[in-house]
């Protein structure tokens, strides 16, 4: 397996690789910005690029790292504050506007041991299921550039879907973590509201929760471990599980039964 294709194994088994000193948090990052150079022109899915606060963060990190995903590069979609990088939301109007802070969802996964390369495109505000905001021009899917990765975190999903990051951080109203990775062939999720903290901004949200778009379900599960959780100030908040989401996950189903209909919710659709 070439060095490139560490990018599309799971977050899980790369941190387990930095744990052992099989690979190197930095050799990770570079990796992944070295794909992001050669590939992002064509694909559009970065706002911004941090290099070098990849590789001095990734530097910091050695072998027998105990943190769940110590090395692991990702990035950050464009709607949540990365201390020191641009927060743009997708408008022209907030082009230019740099985070003094991270939000709750980047200091979490920074200590959960995650690498961040950069930010990733959106449509404006995240309004749309595609993501084609003017400012940034139109994001492409990786199987097929002249499709969407769908939106409203499609460069999230494109920049997994590509190999340039083996996951990316998004976020879900009506769709727009599970749109994309329907359309990009990975693992979206919406959590329960109140399972993940929308600080410092809110105290609560009913419509938008932040997650994750990954190649596995383990990956997700685990991630959702390091993200769930009460933060100072939440007006609502779901109860942590009574065991891990991972463990929930790596648990065998046992017996199932799967309905599926062939109608449309609305009778004149087209199916």
């Given at each position: 397996m070439g060095d490139s294709d560490l990018?599309?194994?799971?977050?899980?088994?790369?941190?387990?690789?930095?744990?052992?000193?099989?690979?190197?948090?930095?050799?990770?990052?570079?990796i992944s910005l070295e794909r992001i150079e050669e590939l992002n022109p064509a694909i559009n899915a970065f706002v911004q690029v941090d290099e070098e606060g990849a590789l001095a963060t990734a530097a910091k990190i050695g072998a027998g790292d105990e943190r769940p995903f110590a090395g692991v590069p990702i990035a950050i979609k464009n709607n949540r504050p990365v201390k020191g990088l641009r927060l743009t939301y997708g408008c022209e109007l907030m082009s230019e506007y740099v985070a003094p802070y991270d939000h709750n969802i980047t200091r979490r996964l920074r200590d959960a041991g995650f690498v961040i390369v950069g930010t990733t495109t959106l449509p404006e505000y995240g309004i749309l299921p595609v993501s084609e905001a003017r400012m940034f021009g139109p994001t492409r899917n990786p199987w097929d550039l002249e499709r969407t990765p769908g939106g409203s975190s499609g460069g999230a999903a494109a920049a997994v879907a590509a190999g340039l990051v083996p996951v990316a951080h998004g976020n879900d109203g009506g769709g727009s973590?599970?749109?994309?990775?329907?359309?990009?062939?990975?693992?979206?999720?919406?959590?329960?509201?109140?399972?993940?903290?929308?600080?410092?901004?809110?105290?609560?949200?009913?419509?938008?929760?932040?997650?994750?778009?990954?190649?596995?379900?383990?990956?997700?599960?685990?991630?959702?471990?390091?993200?769930?959780?009460?933060?100072?100030?939440?007006?609502?908040?779901?109860?942590?599980?009574?065991?891990?989401?991972?463990?929930?996950?790596?648990a065998a189903p046992g017996r199932l039964r799967i309905a599926a209909t062939t109608l449309p919710p609305v009778p004149d659709a087209i199916v």
């Open positions: 990018m599309f194994r799971s977050a899980s088994e790369l941190a387990g690789m930095v744990r052992r000193g099989e690979v190197s948090a930095r050799e990770l990052a570079q973590l599970r749109i994309p990775a329907a359309c990009c062939g990975l693992v979206g999720l919406k959590p329960s509201r109140g399972r993940i903290s929308p600080a410092p901004e809110l105290g609560d949200s009913s419509l938008g929760i932040d997650g994750v778009l990954t190649r596995t379900v383990a990956d997700t599960a685990a991630i959702l471990d390091v993200l769930e959780g009460y933060e100072l100030g939440d007006a609502t908040w779901a109860p942590s599980p009574s065991e891990p989401f991972a463990a929930a996950a790596a």
